[in-house]
C-alpha cells in the first residue's frame, strides 16, 4: 500500500487562506482606558486591534468614553479596562468591606502566616472623648500583648507535641509549627489591625466599590474610597519609571530633540481609569435604602433577643421568591439568624411583605444595579455564625452571594484549638471578654460614629454572622476545598458541617461530595 506523504509545512499560503487563518497576540503597554476603547471598537469599526491602537490617542478615548459610558449607558465598555492597586496600612475592617464584591480579584497580607504584632493599628477619631479614646488603645494593646503571649505558648507547645520528622530540615519544622501557632493567635487580632492587599479589578468594579466605600458610615471606609478615586484618575506608579527618567537623560544628553520625543513616551504620566470612574460618588439609593431597611428590621423583631442558631444552618427552600426576598433584604440590617426573621416576615400580610421588598427598589436611580440582596432564588442557603477570622477565608467565594451582618459582640466568641493544650485559654478567654467589654462602653460614647468605632476593637475570635446562597455545584466545591486537612480548623469544621446539612436534606446528592471529615486527626506538618 503506497503511503500518503505528509503535507509541506514550508510550503507557500496564497492571500486567500492566509486571510482565513485566525490571529492571537497578546497586548502590552496600551492604558487600561485606551485598551478599552480599542476593543468596544471591535462592535463599531472592521479595524484590526493593532490598527485601532495606533491611531487611538487618551483624548479620543476619553471623548468615546464620555459618550457611550456616561451618556448612553454602555456599562460593559467598563469591563475592559482593568486597573491594579495596591492598598496598604489600611484596617482589617476597612479590608473586609473593600473586598466585598462579587467581581474582585486580589491577595491580602496572612493572618495566618505571617506575624502581624509590629504591623501597627488604625485609631478612630474620638473627638473630645478622651476617655473613649484612652480605653481605645488600652483594649488595642492588651489585644496585641495576648496575641504574642498567645503565639508563644501556643508555638512551644507545638514543639512538644509534634516531634521533628527526621527527613525534615529544622527551618522547615519550625516554620509550619509557627504558621499553626499564628493559626491560634490571630483569634486574638483586633480589626484596627493594618494589613495591606493588592487589587485587580476591571473599571465598572472600581466605579462601584469607590461608590460603595463612599457611602460607608464609617471613616476610614469613606477615606478609601477617596484615595482609590485618585488614585485611579491620578497618574500610576511606574514600576520601572526611574529607570525610564534615566534613560530619557542619557538620550537628552546626546541629541536633545531625541530627549524629548523620548520624554513623551518613557516618563509621561499614565493615568489608568482618569475618565470611568471620575463621576463616582456617594450612591443615595444604598444610604436610603439601607436606613429605610434598618428601621423595618427593627420594627419587625420588635427587640427581640437573638435566637440561637448553629454554626451552619441550611434553609429549607419551600419559601416563597417574596419571602425569601423580603428576609434577606432584612437580613443584612440586624444581627438575628435568617429563621427567625423569616418567621416574622412569612407572618406577615402580602401587602406589608412587598412593602418591604418595595423599600429595597422605591430609591433606585436610572443607573443603580439592584442591591445584592436581590440576587434570589437559589437552592441551597447556609445561614452560618463563625469567628471572623475563618470567615475571611469563605469571603473569597465569589460564586456565591454574600450577605453579611454588622459586626457585633453579641454572639460571642469561638475557642480555637490548641489554647487549652498550651496553657493560656483562661489568658485568651479574659482578653476577649475584655475587649467585648470594651466595645460595649465604646459603642455608647459620645463620639459622632462611637458605634462604627467601637468595632475596631473586636477580635478576629468573635462570632460574626454572613448568609450564604448558592448552586449544588458551588456547595460540593466549598465543602471539598475548604474542608481539606491543609486547612485552619475553624473554615474546615464550616465546611464539613455544609455537607453534612446537605447529606441530611439531599441524602442521593451526598455521594458526589469528596468532603474530608473535620472530626478526623490532622497531620500539622502537612499544610
Known sequence: MTETPPARTDAPVSPESRNNQTEVFAVHGADPEVLAYAMAKYSRSALSMKESLREISSQRAEQFLNTFYFQYGHRSIADLAHVAFAVERLSLLAAIVLVDEQRWDGQERSTRYQNFRKSGWYMPDFGSDASSANRYRETIDQLFAGYHKVFEAVFASLQVQVPKPEEMKQETWERTLKA??????????????????????????????????????????????????????GPAWNVYGDDFAALQRDIAALDPALGERAAALLTRDVK??????????????????????????????????????????????ADSLEIDLATTLLYGQCHNPYRQIRRHVAALSEARRNEIIDFGVRHRGPHDELLREFAAGQALRFDILMDIGGFRDMHRHRRCVQILQGF??????????????????????????????????????????????????LPLGTKNRALFKMDFAEALYISELRSAPQGHFSYRRVAWEMYRAVERKHPALAPYFRATNADELVDLLKR
Open 272 to 317: 489608568t481609569a482618569p475618565t470611568l470612574v471620575k463621576y463616582a460618588a456617594i450612591n443615595e439609593y444604598q444610604a436610603r435604602t439601607r436606613e429605610e431597611l434598618r428601621q423595618a428590621a427593627a420594627d419587625l423583631l420588635k427587640g427581640e433577643a437573638i435566637e440561637a442558631a448553629p454554626l451552619v444552618d441550611l434553609i429549607d427552600s
Open 408 to 457: 457585633t459582640a453579641a454572639h460571642g466568641y469561638a475557642i480555637p484549638e490548641g489554647v487549652s493544650e498550651a496553657g493560656v485559654q483562661p489568658l485568651y478567654e479574659e482578653t476577649v471578654q475584655s475587649a467585648h467589654a470594651a466595645y460595649a462602653a465604646l459603642a455608647a460614647g459620645s463620639a459622632p460614629e462611637a458605634a462604627d468605632s467601637a468595632q475596631y476593637v
Open 180 to 233: 499553626r501557632a499564628f493559626d491560634v493567635a490571630r483569634y486574638l487580632l483586633p480589626l484596627a489591625t493594618n494589613t495591606s492587599l493588592g487589587q485587580i479589578v476591571n473599571a465598572r468594579t472600581l466605579e462601584t466599590q469607590i461608590s460603595r466605600l463612599l457611602t460607608s458610615p464609617i471613616a476610614e471606609v469613606r477615606q478609601l474610597g477617596v484615595r482609590l478615586q485618585a488614585a485611579a484618575t
